[in-house]
């Protein structure tokens, strides 16, 4: 867990890198060059988590056609998420790729993301 400053390597020849504070879910979305076909592609869910494993956030859905009278938003879909992990068991172990790790107590362990594609 960071607190305080801290310096990220980002180089120019890859992508920027993108900060999300844990407890949010956040919606994302490929662009594509035009509208009708972005709106094809998944919406992912990014779910951060926080100490305390719990994370919520909103989606509001604007198709970007209609025209909604009074900017009533109350008429456009909308998504809300609400995360809560479960703590890990006392002793957990974990494998990715080579490697392997396991954690013996909750200060050990921290779950960083979790994806949820949704199609709209």
């Not at 310096?7 to 992508?15: E, G, K, M, V, Y």
């Not at 100490?51 to 909308?78: C, F, M």
């Amino acid at each position: 867990m960071f607190s305080g400053f801290n310096d990220a390597n980002a180089p120019l020849s890859s992508l920027t890198p993108v900060f999300v504070r844990g407890g949010f879910i956040l919606p994302r979305q490929a662009a594509n060059t035009i509208k009708t076909a972005s709106r094809l592609n998944p919406v992912e869910v990014l779910i951060t988590v926080k100490t305390n494993a719990a994370s919520s956030g909103e989606l509001y859905y604007d198709n970007g056609d209609d025209i909604i009278p009074n900017d009533n938003i109350e008429q456009h879909p909308r998504v809300v998420c609400v995360s809560r992990c479960p703590p890990p068991p006392f002793e957990t172990s974990e494998s990715t790729g080579n490697s392997h790790s396991t954690h013996r107590s909750l200060a050990e362990f921290s779950l960083e993301t979790a994806r949820l594609v949704l199609r709209l």
